[in-house]
């Protein structure tokens, strides 16, 4: 009986440390939850309201969700340009292949989002690199290391622990994240997100001293 009782106690301890190694070993570009939230469906759009130093521009966009496969959502943008020697400067440091044959984005591109977090696939790789998990703390980094051994590094520098976030006609909760740049002539760019409203604002800081910083809204929530 002593033996039976031990072998138990053996296999159920097993299962244990099984379990706590895989809590453990749970990397910062993995990301669970549930994929069937509001901002994840297909159909959801999107809109932005950009801000170039002080001068808001109407972009012209258009952004839905064409496909969602287990959460990673496929998200279509066309957006215009303006005739802006400062805003078309901006526009060349995206990749050539976002634009049309008239110099405006139309583009895909994918991002997975969770009731847990969001991850995006910006890389050249194509990888998922974490922008936030909502049950984050400050300090939290989320790296990725390209195949050309270089590493983006997304840290978590603020928490709100109200609602304190002028969001159109909200106030709401946000997690800032900060990401070193590769990108030449941007400084840093800074990202802010919401568990409910997932990617709320994002700021190119420039090597210059200016800045280009964009709402983005959903239409379900």
Same mark, same amino acid.
């Not at 099984?18 to 570009?29: A, I, K, R, T």
């Not at 939850?33 to 469906?41: F, L, R």
């Given at each position: 009986?002593?033996?039976?009782?031990?072998f138990?106690?053996?296999?159920?301890l097993?299962l244990?440390?099984?379990?706590?190694?895989l809590?453990?070993?749970?990397?910062?570009?993995?990301?669970?939850?549930?994929?069937d939230?509001p901002?994840?469906?297909v159909?959801?759009?999107?809109?932005?309201?950009?801000?170039f130093n002080?001068?808001?521009?109407?972009l012209?966009?258009t952004?839905?969700?064409?496909k969602?496969?287990a959460?990673?959502?496929?998200i279509?943008?066309?957006a215009?340009?303006?005739d802006?020697?400062?805003l078309?400067?901006y526009?060349?440091y995206?990749?050539?292949?976002v634009?049309?044959?008239?110099?405006?984005i139309d583009t895909e591109f994918?991002?997975?989002?969770?009731? +847990?977090g969001i991850? =995006? %696939?910006?890389n050249?790789?194509?990888k998922?690199? #974490?922008?936030?998990?909502?049950d984050?703390k400050? @300090?939290?980094?989320?790296?990725?290391?390209?195949?050309?051994g270089?590493?983006?590094?997304?840290?978590v520098i603020?928490?709100?622990? +109200?609602d304190?976030? =002028? %969001?159109?006609f909200f106030?709401i909760?946000?997690? #800032?994240?900060?990401q070193?740049?590769r990108?030449? @002539?941007v400084k840093k760019?800074?990202?802010?997100?919401?568990?409910?409203?997932?990617l709320?604002?994002v700021?190119?800081?420039m090597?210059?001293?200016?800045?280009?910083?964009?709402?983005?809204?959903?239409?379900?929530?």
């Amino acid at each position: 009986m002593n033996k039976v009782f031990l072998f138990f106690m053996s296999i159920s301890l097993s299962l244990v440390l099984y379990s706590c190694n895989l809590v453990d070993n749970e990397g910062p570009n993995e990301l669970g939850g549930n994929t069937d939230i509001p901002i994840a469906q297909v159909g959801n759009t999107f809109w932005v309201s950009t801000n170039f130093n002080g001068t808001s521009y109407d972009l012209k966009d258009t952004i839905e969700i064409s496909k969602n496969d287990a959460g990673v959502t496929t998200i279509h943008v066309k957006a215009t340009i303006p005739d802006d020697p400062k805003l078309k400067q901006y526009a060349s440091y995206l990749p050539a292949f976002v634009f049309d044959e008239n110099g405006n984005i139309d583009t895909e591109f994918k991002m997975k989002m969770t009731s +847990e977090g969001i991850q =995006d %696939y910006f890389n050249k790789d194509q990888k998922p690199h #974490t922008m936030v998990k909502y049950d984050c703390k400050v @300090g939290d980094k989320y790296q990725l290391t390209k195949s050309n051994g270089k590493t983006i590094t997304r840290t978590v520098i603020a928490k709100s622990d +109200e609602d304190d976030f =002028d %969001y159109a006609f909200f106030k709401i909760k946000t997690t #800032t994240i900060e990401q070193d740049s590769r990108i030449p @002539g941007v400084k840093k760019i800074i990202y802010k997100t919401n568990h409910k409203f997932g990617l709320v604002w994002v700021s190119f800081e420039m090597e210059d001293g200016t800045s280009n910083s964009s709402y983005v809204f959903t239409s379900n929530y």
